[in-house]
Each structure stands twice: as C-alpha cells, then as structure tokens.
C-alpha cells in the first residue's frame, strides 16, 4: 500500500481522521490503513467505527494487526521503552 | 468460548490482566478472549502484547474483532451513546 493511504491517529480529534479516510476512499483508494501507537489506540478504532457505521457503510475491515515499537531511551533512563501499535486496513 | 476465558480490561495495571491471562493459560486453556471498551482498547493491546513478547512467546494472536456497544443515554440526554469495543483471541 502507498504510504499516501495512510491515516496517523494522533491527538486530534475523532473526526479530523474520520473526513481523512473519507477523502482517501473518494479520491479513488481502494485500501486505507488507520494506524495508531499507544493511547490513540482507543482513537483509531473509534475512527474506524465512525467511519463503518455512519459515513460509508460499504467500507470493511480487511485486517487488523497489533504490535510493539522499541522507542529510543530518554531522560536518563538506559532502557528502551515499548509501545503498543495497531494497524487497521481498510477495503472498499 | 466459555465465558471463564474471557479476560474483561478495566482501569487496572496492564500487569493484573497479563496475570489473569497467563492463569486462564496455565489453567489449561486453549483459547482466551481479551475484551475491552473505550479507552481501555489501548490497554487490551498492551496486555496482548506483554502476555506474548515477555511470557508466553508461544500464544498467537487468532482473531482481532472491532465493534460499538450502545449506551443507554444517562443524565438527561436523550441520544444513546456510542462506544467502541475490541475482542482480541488468543491461541496456544
């Protein structure tokens, strides 16, 4: 997949990703994949659900993945820390 | 699945709920469903992750299913909320 197919979820509200992955689908994408880290984990499924269940019905969920990022260490401490991921691929 | 492998995400550490997996595990059981609302998706994620990358690195992930439960509408509101839900199964 193209990486212009790909929503970010950060801190921004629900919909700003949700009218991102509608301009996606209406410009002619076939697959979009929400992507999250951490606690904007909980974001992306609500972006996906939003997505599903109001806007474009005909619009499934072809996979979805989970997995962990090794972030660099900071502030002194010497171990890495771990962050949990999701990627959720969209079809319509 | 029989309701006893189902492990229910609330606001408590991530660790409690990786022991309660690891227990239904060394209990005997095949599968395990980890089930969350909210914004204690994130935390299932970490849960998975942890029970897989630390303890059990022989546990797969089998199924990851997302959804939306409705909410009777409380405090004077009249529209029932929606909020999101994630079932992730596990497998060793």
């Keep these: 997949m193209s990486e ?8 921004k509200p629900v919909m700003n ?3 991102a992955c509608i301009t996606l ?3 002619g994408a076939k ?5 999250a880290r ?9 972006v996906v659900e939003v997505v599903r269940r109001r806007f474009l019905p005909d619009v499934k969920v072809k996979k979805i993945g989970i997995g962990t ?3 660099a260490p ?3 401490d010497d171990t890495p820390t771990h962050v949990s991921t999701i ?5 319509q």
Tied chains: 1, 2.
């Excluded at 212009?4 to 801190?11: D, F, K, Q, Y």
């Excluded at 697959?31 to 992507?35: I, S």
């Design 4 to 11: 212009s197919n790909a929503v970010l979820i950060g801190r």
């Design 17 to 19: 990703y949700v009218l």
């Design 25 to 27: 689908f209406h410009g």
């Design 31 to 35: 697959e979009v994949e929400v992507r």
């Design 38 to 46: 951490g606690r904007a984990i909980s974001r992306a499924v609500d």
């Design 69 to 71: 990022d090794e972030m």
């Design 74 to 76: 900071r502030g002194g």
């Design 87 to 91: 990627e959720i691929t969209l079809t």
